[in-house]
């Protein structure tokens, strides 16, 4: 089973949508590894800029109500190409939440309080995912661990690679 987790960029707002994620306008690309370079690319944070922070991180820590607007895989799959993992919020839109499971990649909720606590946990952030326990440990000039659950099929799908892999097991 792949493992989860590693350092992580830190996304401080509510409602980050897919068009923030991946561009429409990058949409008729045909490979998914044509999307790596346009991650994030229309997200406007403060002092945020994807070339410089995204390079290196495997999980992102935002807000509520993540990945609000359209549907699109594609919103996922920048994050597949571009090696993150794992996304941390207090929601995420319905949609996004089970193309993450789908493709292999793990959507973590979490109640606001242990989020503002992983948000102050100060200095780089190293993040460990222990699926099956439930558990997540944090790193960074502090450390904090929380719980977290998931649904018993989408942690087999997350478990399997994704949807692909598990009918591939079980049917």
């Known amino acids: 089973m792949r493992e989860f987790g590693g350092q992580a960029l830190f996304l401080d707002r ?10 429409a306008k990058y949409l008729t690309e045909i490979t998914k590894m044509a999307l790596q370079p ?7 944070l403060g002092g945020f800029d994807p070339r410089r922070d995204l390079a290196g991180k495997n999980v992102i820590v935002s807000r509520a109500n993540f990945g ?8 996922v799959w920048v994050f597949e190409v571009n090696e993150i993992n794992t996304v941390i919020a207090a929601s995420f839109a319905r949609i996004f939440r089970q ?3 789908n493709c292999g990649l793990l959507a973590i909720e979490l ?9 102050n946990l100060g200095g780089e ?3 460990e995912v222990d699926l099956a326990a439930g558990k997540l440990r944090a790193k960074g000039k502090r450390q904090a661990e929380f719980s ?10 997350v478990e399997a690679g994704g949807w692909l892999n598990y009918a591939d097991q079980h049917y």
């Open 68 to 75: 609000c607007g359209s549907s699109r895989e594609h919103a």
């Open 111 to 119: 109640p606001q309080a242990d989020l503002d606590t992983l948000f």
């Open 99 to 101: 193309n993450m499971f």
């Open 38 to 44: 346009y991650a994030l690319e229309d997200l406007k």
């Open 125 to 127: 952030v190293q993040i």
């Open 14 to 23: 509510d409602d980050i949508n897919t068009d923030e994620i991946i561009p």
């Open 148 to 157: 977290f659950t998931i649904n018993e099929f989408d942690r087999r799908l």
